[in-house]
């Protein structure tokens, strides 16, 4: 029997869940074929401060999966594809991009929308994006730190200490959520995303065959899918183009729909105080390539206009 593929995975339970319907993927794709899911704890899940902006970023979720990946200890990556940094350090590529999920956020509460708040109500987010993003329309509110995963996050709001929380929605699709308080679907216009949102990645050593087969490299590389690949193509390098790092307080999200890509940004300085949002809109002929360059080109009219100084600037 060939040895099983192992599919490295961060230990919480919405990232088993995702690397699950890899797993199962595959399996249909390579009938005979046993994949098992190596749990990699990360510096991400390691740490327990209320902000992951000072110790390094979202990258910390990403770190040990790709040293296991370069030493041979497991064959894919699955993670949520708006943990990965905008460029991919040497030696590691994105074998393949599955369907997206739904890219929003989602607001629950004990009731009311985010409108329907009464001032001052504790809404919980450690996300700088979400948290400026939701001062825009509600200044009033008080804004206080939330990390954990998602169940601990749940069980902080049900217990009382907060009345609101912002997640995103394809997490909880991805777990089958149920018995959820009420929730309230955001707005993509105010709410734009965080690149690469709803998206997962498989990740794989550059200089390797997956599982040492050609059949299974394929097979893999089958569960791409091409409209998701164009959007998050146009969003991280837009990213990489405009200098955002994972600590960035920034939206960015592509539809590709009708052979047209829409692209919209909205950038924060890192104390709240500033802002800049920009869009472009191209026509497309399905090539990641011509996503990329148009995703650079809103980048550079960006940094034309002024968002070098608000990445630069500290609160």
């Known amino acids: 029997m060939p040895s099983p593929l192992r599919i490295g995975s961060r230990p919480s339970r919405l990232a088993l869940a995702q690397a699950a319907l890899v797993k199962d993927a595959i399996e249909r794709a390579v009938p005979g074929l046993a994949c098992e899911i190596v749990p990699i704890r990360t510096t991400g899940d390691k740490l327990t401060t209320p902000s992951l902006v000072r110790v390094g970023g979202k990258g910390l979720f990403v770190r040990e999966l790709e040293q296991a990946l370069a030493a041979g200890q497991i064959d894919l990556a699955v993670h949520s594809m708006k943990d990965m940094p905008a460029r991919l350090p040497p030696g590691f590529r994105l074998l393949a991009v599955p369907a997206r999920e739904d890219t929003a956020d989602v607001l629950l509460t004990g009731g009311p929308d985010l409108a329907g708040l009464p001032r001052g109500a504790r809404l919980g987010t450690s996300s700088l994006r979400r948290r400026f993003e939701a001062t825009r329309l509600r200044p009033d509110l008080d804004f206080q730190p939330l990390r954990g ?87 991280r390098a837009c990213l990489a183009e405009i200098g955002a790092s994972c600590a960035s307080p920034i939206g960015v999200k592509a539809t590709a729909e009708g052979g047209n890509l829409a692209i919209r940004v909205l950038l924060f300085s890192l104390d709240g105080g500033r802002s800049m949002s920009d869009a472009l809109s191209v026509a497309l002929s399905s090539k990641v390539a011509e996503a990329e360059r148009a995703g650079a080109e809103l980048a550079r009219r960006m940094l034309a206009n002024g968002a070098a100084a608000l990445i630069g600037e500290r609160d």
């Open 149 to 235: 995963n998602i169940d601990t996050r749940l069980a902080r709001l049900r217990a009382g200490a907060f009345d609101a929380i912002i997640l995103a929605a394809a997490g909880l699709k991805r777990l089958g959520q149920s018995d959820l308080p009420p929730m309230h679907r955001l707005s993509d216009t105010d709410f734009v995303p965080a690149g690469g949102q709803g998206a997962l990645a498989i990740e794989a050593a550059a200089d390797r065959m997956v599982g040492g087969s050609d059949k299974i490299e394929r097979a893999v590389a089958t569960l791409d899918d091409p409209r998701t690949r164009i959007e998050i193509s146009a969003e």
